[in-house]
Each structure stands twice: as structure tokens, then as C-alpha cells.
């Protein structure tokens, strides 16, 4: 049986004060078997560094080990700060900062290699979408993202239509797109790694259970609902079943 992951994308959307707010409201529900994740703002790392029950992740990382990067964070840092997971190819970072298959394949074994459990994000435009290329796209990702990789990072499938719309994807369809990923990560690792491929678009309570009933949904990541702690407990309690 594989633990349910919920990770939390805050992307810039919280500071400090909304932060502590969730802190203090969060419970660990150790009835809820599932594995909470949450990716703060990076500067906010520490102040959930000591939270019951959530693990940490970065929302992104540099494609560099160490050096003359400005403004870049290296997956090291990211260990360093207590993360175990670290979040690549978001579609923010592909469309707003041109990061191609390849930057975020480099991203994800340097992850790797730091000890941390690459969460690489991926999912078809709603063009795609409509000109019927959502499996194309999606096998194309998911090979070029494991290049380089030895065990099976965490798929996040993100439509990007469903990103921040309120319109998610049918549960069936994205179970059935979370299946080939699946497949596709069975042929190449085997058992090695981590392997979970989660949902991501418009998640919120109310919709949670239906997502996690779908075989090959193993978990969810969620921006908006993530944002307070009253529901991202009840996503992840109801994840938990
Ligand atoms: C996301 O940004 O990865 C996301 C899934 O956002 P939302 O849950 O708000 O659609």
C-alpha cells in the first residue's frame, strides 16, 4: 500500500504573519496516513522547520551545483534548510522563465544527487489538449525529466488548464494519464525510488476523495486550498481515506 503525498505549492502567496497563523492552527492528524508536504516561499523555510507532521520542500532549485549563480539556490541549500523534497517544472517556471525539458531534467539530478526526492511537475496545454496530444506531451516530459535520474523521482501531472482555474481535470482522465506515467516509471526503475505520481489542478476539500479513489492517483499537489491550515488538513485528512 503506498503512503498518500500532499504537497502544498505556496508559490509567493503567503508571508510571514499568514504563515505563523497556519502554525498555529496546523494539528498533525496522525489518524491522516498520508505524507504532508508543504513548499514555502524559500525565505520562509525556517519557520516550518519544526512543525509536527509536515515535511519540507523547495519550489524550485538551480541547475547548478555551486558557483557564480546569483539569486540561485542549490539543491544543497535546500537540504541544509531541511527539506527532503524539492519541486522542478512547474509550469510557472516553463512558461514564465523558458525552462526547457532539458534545465529541468538538470534541476532533478541535482536534487538527486543531494539526497533529495525530485517532485517534477509536467501536464499539456489546453491547445494540446484539444489537438489530442496530451499522452505525446506527456511521454515526452516524463523521458526527457528521468535522463540522468537512478530512482524514480515524484510526478506532479499539472494540466496547465486546471492550474489556479477552478476547473480540474475528470478524475478518470487524469487517472488514466497518471497510469501510463506510472507504467512509464515501472519499465525504467523498477521498484528503485520513490515513484508516486500525484494530481495537481484546482484541488480543493470538497473534490479531494473523488482525486485520491482513482487508481494511479497517489497523491495531490495543491496551490490555492493549500493556503490555510484548516484546508489543507481537511485535503489531507481526506486524502488519508
Ligand atoms: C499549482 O500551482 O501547482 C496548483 C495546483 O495550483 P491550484 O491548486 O491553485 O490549482
Known amino acids: 500500500m503506498i503512503t498518500p503525498l500532499v504537497v502544498a505549492n505556496w508559490k509567493m502567496s503567503i508571508e510571514a504573519p499568514e504563515i505563523r497563523e497556519f502554525v498555529a492552527s496546523w494539528r498533525a492528524t496522525a489518524d491522516a496516513a498520508v505524507d504532508c ?99 505525446a506531451v506527456i511521454e515526452r516530459q516524463v523521458r526527457a525529466a528521468v535522463r540522468g535520474l537512478h530512482r524514480a523521482p515524484v510526478f506532479a501531472y499539472e494540466p496547465i488548464w486546471a492550474i489556479g482555474t477552478g476547473l480540474p481535470a475528470e478524475p478518470s482522465d487524469a487517472g488514466t494519464v497518471q497510469q501510463a506515467i506510472a507504467n512509464e516509471l515501472k519499465s525504467i526503475f523498477g521498484k528503485k525510488g520513490d515513484g508516486r505520481v500525484l494530481y495537481g489542478g484546482s484541488v480543493k476539500p470538497e473534490n479531494t476523495a473523488e482525486f485520491m479513489s482513482e487508481q494511479g492517483i497517489d497523491g495531490l499537489l495543491v496551490g490555492g486550498a493549500s493556503l490555510t491550515a484548516e484546508s489543507f488538513m481537511d485535503i489531507c485528512r481526506n486524502a488519508g481515506g
Open 37 to 135: 508536504v508543504i513548499a514555502p516561499p524559500l525565505a520562509y523555510l525556517g519557520l516550518l522547520s519544526q512543525v509536527p507532521g509536515i515535511q519540507l520542500a523547495g519550489q524550485d532549485c538551480s541547475s547548478e551545483a555551486s558557483g557564480a549563480f546569483t539569486g540561485e539556490c542549490s539543491a544543497a541549500s535546500l537540504l541544509a534548510l531541511g527539506c527532503q523534497f524539492g519541486i522542478v517544472g512547474h509550469s510557472e517556471r516553463r512558461q514564465r522563465h523558458g525552462e526547457t525539458d532539458d534545465i529541468i531534467a538538470t534541476k532533478a539530478q541535482q536534487l538527486e544527487a543531494v539526497g533529495l526526492t525530485p517532485i517534477i511537475c509536467l501536464g499539456e496545454s489546453s491547445q494540446e489538449r484539444e489537438a489530442g496530444e496530451t499522452f
